[in-house]
């Protein structure tokens, strides 16, 4: 009699499926018919994937909220959901590679970490809130280091098939973003009007997608060693995240994207990148008498465009900068109390509403809008430093590798994080990780093409 063996994955399939049939409650069928979709989509794939849900993760951005899950006080939204999937797959994984971890760069620094941020469960003001939030970064790791696993195993088929992933994450997030621009349902903001969103909780969530596809896919137009996307679809992508990344009238991110334009530029054509940038800096300082003088002798007001406003003038409804500062101020007396352990990873929104004044009670979020602040609230001088740790011990690696724009992504990545919630904006975070996952992986020095002909 021959008796046949049922693969894990089989196995968990079929239990799935028994609990779907029996289970009662709608709810937890919901999230188990996910479950069911990975691990057919593992059976299928193998430990590609990962890859489906990368692509997934932007476009379920939109059911971020819903629940799936409810006992009794707890329940499991969307995005948690995710990211336990996420978490439990990437044990699995690296078991299964257990001879490629001490490969992975940065897994001492972040095991430390997540160590770290665990122990603040002990005196954390939101104890929930340090679960997931500590969950959310164990997969910024899972990211980093399943992508640079599995780029070490199969390199030119895994880019091949990372880069064509990338481009199809960004097909729903973007034809939803051009609809909004369409029929103007964008978000009204701090008085600027119909801020493209595409299937995220917020414009500067976009804004930052948009901008490391630029950064992505220019690496992939000019890098010789890269896997080539024929020239007009990549022209194409470039001018495409250009427009919604200007669309989006995130400020930080229009920051970000100079600030790469001008490293590259500096890099490989200093004296042209030098003259636009003081050619732009003097037209910026003429926009001024030249708006004044057509609104004087024309009536016209070029900031009545979005845009052109956006870039060239600040009021208090929109002085984002103002209010950053403000809760900067307010923060630092909190954090001067518990400056070496912080309130517990993830506290910062539960201490600042118990601590807000009436000034900040109308605000449309409690989160700090600085990375470093809320890390360092949370977690400590001594979570802070461990976290500054990693992004050094990144930056050094792109360092040498000599991979310009590897490095300048970690720049402007580290500049946005000095004005934004990126650890919270995970469906962004994730494809951060996983890019970082693959570049640390590769052997060669990636070749930058000359911008230019001249010598």
């Known amino acids: 009699m021959k008796i046949y063996r049922l693969s894990p994955v089989i196995i968990a399939f079929l239990l799935l499926v ?68 996420l978490l439990f797959w990437s044990m699995y994984f690296f078991y299964q590679y257990r001879n490629y ?50 780029n070490k195993v199969d390199n030119q088929q895994f880019k091949k098939k990372f880069t064509i992933a990338f481009l199809t994450a960004l097909i729903i997030p973007f034809l939803l973003a051009a609809y909004q621009f369409i029929v103007h349902t964008g978000m009204n903001i701090d008085g600027t009007a119909n801020r493209l969103y595409g299937t995220f909780a917020h414009p500067n969530i976009l804004a930052t997608f948009s901008l490391l596809a630029f950064i992505f896919f220019t690496r992939n137009r000019i890098g010789r060693n890269e896997p080539k996307l024929e020239n007009w679809l990549s022209a194409a992508i470039l001018i495409t995240t250009l427009i919604f990344l200007a669309l989006t009238y995130t400020r930080i991110a229009w920051i970000g994207l100079v600030i790469f334009l001008a490293i590259l530029g500096l890099a490989k054509n200093w004296r042209l990148t030098a003259t636009i940038i003081i050619g732009g800096g003097l037209l910026y300082l003429a926009f001024f008498p030249v708006n004044t003088f057509f609104i004087h002798q024309f009536n016209i ?57 009436v000034a900040n009670l109308w605000d449309n979020t409690s989160e700090a809008h600085n990375d470093y602040l809320k890390v360092g609230f949370e977690s400590g001088l001594i979570g802070l430093g461990i976290f500054l740790l990693i992004f050094a011990n990144l930056f050094f690696i792109a360092i040498k590798k000599r991979d310009l724009i590897f490095v300048t992504s970690i720049l402007v990545y580290l500049v946005l994080s000095m004005s934004d919630n990126m ?33």
Not at 35 to 59: E, Q
Not at 117 to 138: G, N, R
Not at 310 to 325: F, G, H, L, Y
Request: net charge neutral; proline share 3%; glycine share 4%.
């Open 423 to 455: 650890l919270h904006h995970t469906p962004v975070i994730w494809w951060w990780f996983a890019v970082w996952g693959l570049w640390a992986s590769e052997e060669k020095p990636i070749k930058i093409e000359r911008l230019t002909n001249d010598k």
């Open 301 to 357: 007001n070029l900031q009545e465009n979005s845009l052109i406003a956006r870039v060239t003038s600040r009021n208090e409804e929109a002085d984002s900068i103002k209010w950053r500062a403000d809760i900067l101020n307010k923060v630092l007396p909190l954090w001067a109390a518990r400056p070496l352990q912080g309130y517990g990873y993830g506290a910062f929104a539960a201490v600042w509403d118990e601590n807000k004044g």
């Open 101 to 150: 971890w001490s490969q992975i760069p940065l897994r001492r620094l972040f095991l430390i970490f997540l160590i770290w941020c665990s122990i603040t469960f002990a005196w954390s003001f939101d104890k929930s809130a340090t679960i997931t939030e500590t969950i959310k970064a164990a997969d910024l790791f899972a990211l980093f280091g399943a992508v640079f696993v599995l």
């Open 18 to 85: 028994a609990f779907t049939i029996f289970n009662p409650v709608a709810n937890w069928d919901i999230a188990v018919l996910a479950l069911i979709i990975f691990v057919v989509a593992y059976k299928i794939l193998g430990n590609y994937a990962l890859i489906t849900l990368l692509i997934a993760r932007p476009i379920l951005d939109i059911w971020r909220d819903y629940v799936v899950i409810s006992f009794d006080r707890y329940t499991l939204n969307m995005n948690a959901a995710i990211a336990l999937i």
